[in-house]
């Protein structure tokens, strides 16, 4: 048997266990229920939103197209706000800079970052002899599980509140309820000492403005609050794809983000444009007040660039991660991110082929898409999924 038959063979069991797992069949059916009925009722709230969409979609179309310049443009505007910026083409030259930075016997605390999941982030941190905790309540319970994220949303969907008392009885010593609210204030408790004591904080980000260097950060849970906000030092890992030409376009790219991620408003929006600083003594400008004194953002490539230049699967850049299209996937809704490896789904199958192993490791997603287009319907992008898994599709053949 080839490797790639082999590999496919051991998918394919993993696919059907999933499909059988009461814990992620609960869990699923629980949040496809709940995304549906939140979403409806958040379009109807706010009507103009598809319109916005269509809007964003021009928008990511043009940063696309003027990528390059629009990276050059957004680091000397993080300069001149007294941050520093890099360019890293792989997940090495991330990790080196990362770890440059940081060094090693710190603590760091980190928000939800798909693009941190995709260069394995947190292990390469703590190779270097840091303790990192994962502060999005999800992300916590998955590394306490030694799991790995579910859906780019949601990753601990598959795990349902039975599940999590289990494991938070383990860790914390201690009886946990399968009682949501005890749950969720137990992390709380955990984590709050973490914030203020460690030396750094991590964060992804949904979009950053080229013209005033100002990233932007979509959360509800208020941990990115803290995590950027508590250390004395606050890294940014953000892929080239979020750049957009100017601040008034983050913020309608934001809009489209929350909404089809099923929210009327998110508690927060952090807006975050360099380290912290005050000039009440005396008018002198002071970095480092309450916030971080040290501001990194770190524009990563890793297959991006090659993605531009596909004229099939570029437009796989424009995806939001608004988490819309899995919920309607319908492998999806039975086998939860078994169908995928850091992405999800079909557009993770082309994502994957790209950022994460090439289109030989995607091979398994790409065939068990059913390229029923019940994404794109769903898509506030219109990412044709269908039509880049079936080019992806010949290609491998081909090759
Ligand atoms: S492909 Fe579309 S629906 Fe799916 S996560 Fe991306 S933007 Fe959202």
Redesign the pocket.
């Known amino acids: 048997m080839s490797d790639l038959n082999k590999e496919l063979s051991e998918y394919t069991k993993n696919l059907n266990k999933a499909s059988k797992d009461s814990n992620i069949n609960r869990a699923i059916t629980r949040a496809v229920k709940a995304y549906r009925d939140t979403v409806e009722d958040t379009m109807e709230r706010h009507p103009h939103t598809p319109e916005l969409a269509e809007e964003v979609r021009r928008i990511k179309e043009y940063s696309m197209e003027n990528n390059q310049q629009l990276l050059e443009k957004a680091m000397q505007s993080i300069e001149k706000n007294k941050g520093k910026a890099f360019y890293a083409k792989d997940r090495e030259e991330a990790l080196r800079i990362t770890n440059e930075i940081i060094g090693t016997g710190k603590t760091v605390v980190k928000g939800k970052s798909m693009l941190g999941e995709e260069l394995q982030i947190r292990h390469g941190l703590e190779e270097s002899g840091n303790e990192v905790w994962e502060t999005d309540l999800g992300e916590f319970i998955l590394q306490l599980k030694n799991d790995r994220p579910m859906h ?1 949303l949601s990753p601990a969907i598959h795990v349902p509140r039975e599940q999590v008392a289990e494991i938070f009885t383990e860790f914390f010593k201690k009886e946990i309820p399968p009682d949501i609210a005890q749950e969720v204030a137990v992390v709380r408790e955990f984590l709050r000492e973490k914030y203020f004591t460690a030396d750094v904080g991590i964060s992804g980000a949904n979009v950053v403005a080229a013209d005033t260097g100002q990233i932007v950060i979509i959360e509800n849970e208020g941990n990115v609050r803290l995590c950027t906000g508590a250390p004395p030092v606050h890294i940014v890992l953000v892929g080239i794809e979020k750049l957009v030409p100017s601040f008034l376009d983050s913020m309608k790219v934001a809009e489209v983000t929350w909404r ?1 991620a099923q929210y009327a408003s998110p508690s927060y929006v952090n807006i975050i444009s360099g380290p912290s600083k005050t000039g009440d003594i005396e008018k002198v400008t002071t970095y480092g007040a309450h916030g971080p004194k040290e501001f990194y953002v770190i524009f990563v490539d890793n297959g991006r660039s090659e993605m531009l230049k596909d004229p099939t699967c570029r437009q796989a850049l424009s ?8 919920y309607e996937c319908p492998v999806f809704q039975v086998t939860a991110g078994h169908y995928g490896r850091t992405y999800l789904s079909g ?1 993770g199958s082309v994502w994957t082929s790209f950022v994460d192993g090439g289109v030989e490791e995607a091979a398994p997603m790409l065939y068990t898409c059913l390229r029923c287009g019940r ?1 794109v319907e ?4 219109k ?1 044709e ?1 269908p039509t880049m898994v079936g080019e992806l599709r010949n290609r491998l053949v081909s090759e």
Do not use: A, E
């Open positions: 780019i089809y995806c939001l991660r608004c988490g819309g299209c899995m557009i994404c769903r898509c506030p992008m990412i999924v």
